[in-house]
T-cell receptor
Framework: DAGITQSPRHKVTETGTPVTLRCHQT?????MYWYRQDPGHGLRLIHY???????DKGEVSDGYSVSRSKTEDFLLTLESATSSQTSVYFC?????????FGPGTRLTVL | QKEVEQNSGPLSVPEGAIASLNCTYS??????FFWYRQYSGKSPELIMF????GDKEDGRFTAQLNKASQYVSLLIRDSQPSDSATYLC?????????FGTGTSLTVIP
């Protein structure tokens, strides 16, 4: 398995609170991605990074921000969580097209 | 708008049969195509990728790509109950991966 970890693995929070999810890789891959997965919508890209401090928006970026200060870490922040952000969040990494996923974080916003 | 379409299923096949999964994509510009398997409650895992027109075989799996018709398919030979999962098709455009919503496959013993 590719060396990707996500933390926390499960989180329950309340509407309006800030939440930060962490993705950590040990593969030294250049690209890192954050997706959310919801029934009926499949995997949708939130943000991605193509290097330290280099990030770009994906399909569903509203309400989310990201940061990448080190090659190995990619943080996803929900500034003020809403119930519509209840989802399973996956981090992924890639170097040459092939993409590998972390174990996921299940986030519930009450 | 870049779209990747898959039949959601569920697709049921008996053990030992061939399972055929299909995917169409909207933009001719893509060059790279992927199949992922996702077990319930788990993360997607890469099982096949294909870049060129034609067939690519890996064990019991065969990926088929037809760029002129804009479709990619996955054949699973000698299907096993352990193949029961959701299969996701993915296409790269630029630096971004676009996923279909997945096809649920059940292999009946």
């Amino acid at each position: 398995d590719a060396g990707i970890t996500q933390s926390p693995r499960h989180k329950v929070t309340e509407t309006g609170t800030p939440v930060t999810l962490r993705c950590h890789q040990t593969e030294n891959h250049r690209y890192m991605y954050w997706y959310r997965q919801d029934p009926g919508h499949g995997l949708r890209l939130i943000h991605y990074s193509y290097g330290v401090k280099d990030t770009d928006k994906g399909e569903v970026s509203d309400g989310y921000s990201v940061s990448r200060s080190k090659t190995e870490d990619f943080l996803l922040t929900l500034e003020s969580a809403t119930s519509s952000q209840t989802s399973v969040y996956f981090c992924a990494i890639s170097e040459f097209n092939e993409q590998f996923f972390g174990p996921g974080t299940r986030l519930t916003v009450l | 708008q870049k779209e990747v379409e898959q039949n959601s299923g569920p697709l049921s096949v008996p053990e030992g049969a061939i399972a055929s999964l299909n995917c169409t994509y909207s933009d001719r510009g893509s060059q790279s195509f992927f199949w992922y398997r996702q077990y319930s409650g788990k993360s997607p895992e890469l099982i096949m990728f294909i870049y060129s027109n034609g067939d690519k075989e890996d064990g019991r799996f065969t990926a088929q790509l037809n760029k002129a018709s804009q479709y990619v398919s996955l054949l699973i030979r000698d299907s096993q109950p352990s193949d029961s999962a959701t299969y996701l098709c993915a296409v790269i455009w630029g630096n971004q991966f676009y996923f279909g919503t997945g096809t649920s496959l059940t292999v009946i013993p």
